[in-house]
């Protein structure tokens, strides 16, 4: 088949973003939360766990160290033993507690709306920081892009990249910018409910006319990078 031109793939990723905002207008974080702060360390508990195991550990997490001022006095085992039942938990547990003392020291206690500075926090990355700027502070500034989107961006042939940052970086060049918002939520609906990485059905897929990967095996792709 000849290679396809950007400006058609560009076309074809605008015609994504359109069916997925009709599909789920009303698509938002799944992560619990209720300040900038508990954003903020839901989505660096969510890596690698899904939303659903994260909002089990939440409340008794938060109603204990509800802010950074309380999480960076925590006893980071005692933290684990609260999230002690999603992965990677005591990794999880320290970057919490080291989160939440850079935060008092170098923010003044407030979680900076800031991408750079977000991603200077111990377990906060680019992922992280798009998805705390975009839901708690109404900042676009990039696209999340996590196992769905990943999956679904390779899935379509609107990248070929390796990492979560690359994949980003096609991904803003080829979406206009005020489509940038929803594409995050919508897309790991359309992964949660039809686009699975082992079985996707492809036959209840809106997209299944403009992706090349439409009713082919399966290849799952491996992102790696931070978070």
């Known amino acids: 088949m000849p290679r396809e031109s950007k400006a058609s793939k560009r076309e074809r990723a605008v015609e994504v973003c359109r069916r997925l905002d009709e599909r789920y207008p009303d698509a938002e974080c799944a992560l619990v939360h209720t300040t900038p702060f ?48 999603i992965g990677f938990w005591r ?82 060049d080829l979406i206009p910018k005020e489509l940038w918002g929803p594409v995050n939520h919508e897309w790991i ?3 949660r409910e039809i686009c699975d990485a082992r079985k996707p059905l492809c036959d209840q897929c809106p997209l299944s006319d403009i992706c090349p990967s439409a009713f082919k095996p399966v290849k799952t792709a491996k992102a790696k990078g931070k978070r």
């Not at 954003?39 to 109603?63: C, R, W, Y």
């Not at 990794?91 to 709306?113: L, N, Q, T, W, Y």
Request: charge should be negative; hydrophobic fraction near 45%; glycine fraction near 8%.
């Open 189 to 191: 609906l359309l992964g």
């Open 91 to 172: 990794a999880k547990a320290s970057h919490c507690v080291e989160a939440s003392r850079m935060i008092m020291s170098d923010f003044a206690g407030e979680v900076p709306a800031d991408t750079e500075l977000l991603q200077r926090l111990p377990g906060v990355g680019r992922k992280t920081a798009n998805v705390v700027m975009n839901n708690a502070f109404g900042v676009v500034e990039g696209i999340a892009v996590d196992t769905h989107v990943y999956r679904i961006a390779t899935r379509l042939g609107l990248t070929k990249a390796k990492t979560p940052g690359d994949a980003e970086r096609d991904l803003l």
């Open 38 to 85: 508990t954003l903020l360390i839901a989505v660096m508990l969510s890596a690698q766990t899904t939303d659903a195991g994260v909002n089990k550990v939440t409340p008794e997490l938060f109603d204990r160290w509800p802010d950074a001022e309380a999480m960076a006095s925590a006893d980071v085992s005692e933290v684990g033993e609260v999230i002690h039942s």
